[in-house]
Structure formats: structure tokens, C-alpha cells
């Protein structure tokens, strides 16, 4: 294969973390946002509650996002361990597949946990959590969240587990 390929998938692994960590740092500012209407003050919260509603939508679609450039980066890192010509690569690329970061991955996860119970604490506190339609809404969304990261994880570990196989 020409080396100029395995030039393109360097580059593309790198612009893929940098999409990856500019969507993090937009859900967090995004959700901060969010919650700070909330947090301001609980006597002003009657003109700004609607957003609180919004807080699981945004972080789990962000969280969507997120998991889409995770796991480019993963398939371009398997290709590189089962087609690199550099036999270093190839040991690198089995070293990182042994050796995952989980801290990213945690810190996602519990950034969008916590945006979940501050969402649902400010506006039971506020008052203005009291109807059925407000809980299904948060329990429809945490299902979707979880049930993307449970999918998410399992196409990664499928990636691990092809490399491993060839």
C-alpha cells in the first residue's frame, strides 16, 4: 500500500481527536450554560426553567457525536494494526489497543450523568418537575444515552476483538 494512504489515515486520526475534543468542550460549555439559568437563583428560575428540559437532549446528542469520532478514531488505529507496513506501528497500535484510556470515556460519561441529576434537582427544587410527561422525558433520553454508550462500547470492543483475531 502506498505510504502516502497511511499519511492520510495520521491526519485524519489527529483531525478526528481535535473534532472529538472541541465537541466535549462545546457540551460542557453548552450544558453549563444551561444549568447556570437554572442555578442563578430559584426565585428567578420561573422565566428560564424551560431550559433545564433541554440539558439531556444536548448532552446526549452530543454525547452522539462524540461517541461517532471515538470510534473513527478506533477503526482507523485497527486498520493501521492489521495493514501498516511499519512493523513499529503495527506493535504501537497493538500497545494502545491493550492499554485503552478510560478517563476521557469516564469524564464524558460522568459530566453527562451529573447534567442529568443537576438538571432534574433544579427543577424539582424549582417546582416545576411535578408532572408524569416531565419524568418520561428524562427517562426516554437516559435510556437513549445509555443504550448509545452500551452499543458504542460494544462496536469498539469488536474492533479490538477483529485485530486481535487476524
Not at 494512504?5 to 472541541?22: A, P, V
Not at 501498516?84 to 485503552?100: A, L, Q
Not at 434537582?121 to 433520553?141: G, M, N, Q
Amino acid at each position: 500500500m502506498p505510504e502516502a494512504l497511511f499519511e492520510r489515515l495520521h491526519k485524519e486520526i489527529s483531525e478526528t481527536q481535535q473534532r472529538r475534543e472541541k465537541l466535549q468542550l462545546l457540551k460542557i460549555a453548552f450544558v453549563s450554560a444551561l444549568l447556570g439559568f437554572g442555578g442563578s437563583d430559584f426565585k428567578q428560575i420561573g422565566s428560564l426553567y424551560q431550559a433545564l428540559y433541554v440539558v439531556p437532549l444536548f448532552t446526549t446528542f452530543f454525547d452522539l457525536l462524540i461517541i461517532g469520532e471515538h470510534f473513527s478514531v478506533r477503526r482507523v488505529g485497527t486498520f493501521l494494526r492489521l495493514c501498516s507496513p511499519n512493523d513499529s506501528e503495527r506493535v504501537y497500535e497493538s500497545f494502545v489497543g491493550k492499554n485503552r484510556d478510560v478517563f476521557f470515556k469516564l469524564g464524558s460519561v460522568g459530566f453527562t450523568l451529573i447534567s442529568y441529576f443537576a438538571a432534574v434537582v433544579l427543577l424539582w427544587r424549582s417546582k416545576h418537575f411535578r408532572h408524569w410527561l416531565e419524568w418520561v422525558w428524562f427517562v426516554v433520553l437516559f435510556l437513549i444515552f445509555a443504550l448509545s454508550n452500551w452499543y458504542g462500547g460494544r462496536r469498539l470492543r469488536k474492533l479490538d476483538q477483529l485485530s486481535q483475531i487476524s
